[in-house]
Structures are given as C-alpha cells and as structure tokens.
Nanobody, 115 residues
Framework: QVQFVESGGGLVQPGGSLRLTCAAS????????TAWFRQAPGKQREMVAR???????YYQDAVKGRFTISKDSAKNTIYLQMNNLRPEDTGVYFC?????????WGQGTQVTVSS
C-alpha cells in the first residue's frame, strides 16, 4: 500500500504563505484522486482540496482563492501552496489518495498561523 509523508508546515504570521509537500512511496498517477486534509484542534479531519485523475480540482469554500493544489505524477508528489493564511487555517495537514479507498494516514505536518 502506498504511504504518504507530509512536510513543509511551520509557524507563520497571518497573511503569510507556506508550501506543503507530500511524498508518496508509490505511484499516484493512476489514483482516482489525491487530496489534502486538515484537522484543527478539537475538530474532525476535513478535506481542504482534491485533484482528480482527470485534473478536475475542488477546494473547500474557506480556502478558495488562497490555496492551490497541484501534483507531479512523475515525482509521486502532491503540493499545497497556501497564501494569505489565517489563524483558522491552523491544524495538522495530511495528504492521501486512492481509488475507492484511502491509504493509511501519515503523521501530517503542523501548520500554525499566529501573530
């Protein structure tokens, strides 16, 4: 089963930017979709953005216009560019992907937006 390892999180001030990277241990090219999720303290994990195999992209309303998901299938890597970050973007960010079922969850990467 493919494993995902997230990186790139950190502490950033409101209005700042971060680029998250997700490295997959196997091929992502054939996956029906790949996605980024986040889990804020005390809340359930939620999907932030996803990109389907045919290139169709979806964003959660709260991040539209600020976040950009992309992938490099040749490198088996998924990215999340996050701009104009807000305190409510704070949380642990995870990536995952598959066709029908997701893989086991990785450790995620912590994003903290605070002044």
């Amino acid at each position: 089963q493919v494993q995902f390892v997230e990186s790139g999180g950190g502490l950033v001030q409101p209005g700042g930017s971060l680029r998250l990277t997700c490295a997959a241990s196997g091929s992502i090219a054939s996956m029906y979709l790949t996605a980024w999720f986040r889990q804020a303290p005390g809340k359930q994990r939620e999907m932030v953005a996803r990109i389907a195999r045919d290139g169709i992209i979806y964003y959660q309303d709260a991040v539209k216009g600020r976040f950009t998901i992309s992938k490099d299938s040749a490198k088996n890597t998924i990215y999340l560019q996050m701009n104009n970050l807000r305190p409510e973007d704070t949380g642990v960010y995870f990536c995952n992907g598959g066709s029908g079922t997701f893989a086991a969850w990785g450790q995620g990467t912590q994003v903290t937006v605070s002044s």
